[in-house]
């Protein structure tokens, strides 16, 4: 399968934990990004990399929140000490640079 | 301020009727996306346009540039159409990202 893959596809944790999501693109997509949607709401955006360097994150984005993408492969968000406001579906997709982007299943955090 | 409005929020139609979903965004853009999810979260790529109009089966996707608009049309609509339909754009000068609308939640019924 040569789609975009987000690893676990659910999480359920207690306030206060942290968690790590990890994200396989499509292997020839320089370009990957991380996205959050709440229930009933469309898709925010989170942070992005092209390659290894991350070039921009949102004002979402809090101090709790980092991301990662060592090698320009596989991407990783971890979320320090979460919170029941974290709860959402955490969405990554890749691209070849401006183009298309492809999604992945998603990873649905649930924070108790 | 960069912003995507979508409308309806909410359509029904019956098995057969031709369907629009309209996406209006705010400043100049460099690509507009159409995209469709299904519930359980995946989320699919229907059309990339910056221009002009595209057609995939039975959906077609136009924008008009000058007008900052963008359609989704459907036609002879089926059961399994049924999903959120949502407009995504990336404004010039923005990156890559996406910047999305907040879906049009659609149920055909037959």
């Known amino acids: 399968d040569t789609g975009v893959s987000q690893d676990p596809r659910h999480k359920i944790t207690k306030r206060g934990q942290n968690v790590t999501f990890r994200c396989d693109p499509i292997s020839e997509h320089n370009r990957l990004y991380w996205y959050r949607q709440t229930l009933g709401q469309g898709p925010e955006f989170l942070t992005y990399?092209?390659?290894?360097?991350?070039?921009?994150k949102s004002r979402l984005l809090s101090d709790r929140f980092s991301a990662e993408r060592p090698k320009g492969s596989f991407s990783t968000l971890e979320i320090q000490r979460t919170e029941q406001g974290d709860s959402a579906m955490y969405l990554c997709?890749?691209?070849?640079?401006?183009?298309?982007?492809?999604f992945g299943p998603g990873t649905r955090l649930t924070v108790l | 301020k960069n912003e995507v409005e979508q409308s309806p929020q909410n359509l029904t139609a019956q098995e057969g009727e031709f369907i629009t979903i309209n996406c209006s965004y705010s400043?100049?853009?460099?690509?507009l996306h159409w995209l469709q999810q299904h519930p359980g979260g995946g989320i699919v790529s229907l059309f990339m346009l910056s221009s002009g109009k595209k057609k995939h089966g039975r959906l077609i996707a136009t924008i008009n540039i000058q007008e900052k608009h963008s359609s989704l049309h459907i036609t002879a609509s089926h059961p399994r159409d049924s999903a959120v339909y949502i407009c995504?754009?990336?404004?010039?000068?923005?990156?890559?990202?996406?910047?999305f609308g907040t879906g049009t939640r659609l149920q055909v019924f037959p």
């Open positions: 990399f092209q390659n290894e360097a991350q070039l921009e």
């Open positions: 400043v100049g853009i460099s690509a």
């Open positions: 995504a754009v990336r404004f010039l000068g923005d990156g890559g990202k996406l910047i």
């Open positions: 997709a890749s691209s070849p640079q401006g183009n298309e982007q492809f």
